[in-house]
Structures are given as structure tokens and as C-alpha cells.
């Protein structure tokens, strides 16, 4: 079964950073687009970051380029997310997502103080 497990959630004051992890299982991990998600309370679901297999396609929403950067190590079949000058308005669940996206984490609770 394939399985996306995210990390690395937490409560942080403004300003901070923080890295989120996503460990894939059960899919051939390289092959796939990952992609971050994240939803705050009463908000729909938003897409946060994009990266292709190999890494060679970066996407980023517009309301966190500058500030995040997702990245892979594909050896490791993991995802990441850093998180610099997290802001109030970036408190969320964040979930880790597969393919187009077929597959998804349970998500990670993110929550930046003010």
C-alpha cells in the first residue's frame, strides 16, 4: 500500500523556520511529481509546492515563493518542505501529496504565532 507519512509540524512564532518532511512508501517514489498542500481552518484546500521526479521542476505558489523550498532525496523517498519567515497567515495543515496527486499524507499541523 502506498503510504505518505508527513513530519516535522509544530508550533513556531513568527518569523521562524521550520521543515516539514513527507517518507513515501509502497510507489516508485522517483517517478512521481510530490507536491506539498496545506488548508487552513474554513479555507479550502490550497497548493503550496511542486517537484517534479528528478527535481528539475520547481512550482511554488505565489503567497510563499521567496519564502519556501520544496526539495527530494530520492534515495531517502522523501519530500521536503523549509518553511523560512513563516507568517501567521501560513498556520495550516500541511499534507504531502503523490502524482496528479493520486495519494496523500495524513497531513501536519503548522501553526505560526504572532
Known amino acids: 500500500q502506498v503510504q505518505l507519512v508527513e513530519s516535522g509540524g509544530g508550533l513556531v512564532q513568527a518569523g521562524d523556520s521550520l521543515r516539514l518532511s513527507c517518507a513515501a512508501s509502497?510507489?516508485?517514489?522517483?517517478?512521481?511529481?510530490m507536491s506539498w498542500f496545506r488548508q487552513a481552518p474554513g479555507k479550502e484546500r490550497e497548493f503550496v509546492a511542486r517537484?517534479?521526479?528528478?527535481?528539475?521542476?520547481?512550482n511554488y505558489a505565489d503567497s510563499v515563493k521567496g519564502r519556501f523550498s520544496i526539495s527530494r532525496d530520492n534515495a531517502k523517498n522523501t519530500v521536503y518542505l523549509q518553511m523560512n519567515s513563516l507568517k501567521p497567515e501560513d498556520t495550516a495543515v500541511y499534507y504531502c501529496?503523490?502524482?496528479?496527486?493520486?495519494?496523500w499524507g495524513q497531513g501536519t499541523q503548522v501553526t505560526v504565532s504572532s
Open positions: 509502497g510507489l516508485p517514489f522517483s517517478r512521481h511529481f
Open positions: 517537484i517534479s521526479g528528478s527535481g528539475g521542476i520547481l
Open positions: 501529496a503523490a502524482g496528479t496527486p493520486n495519494y
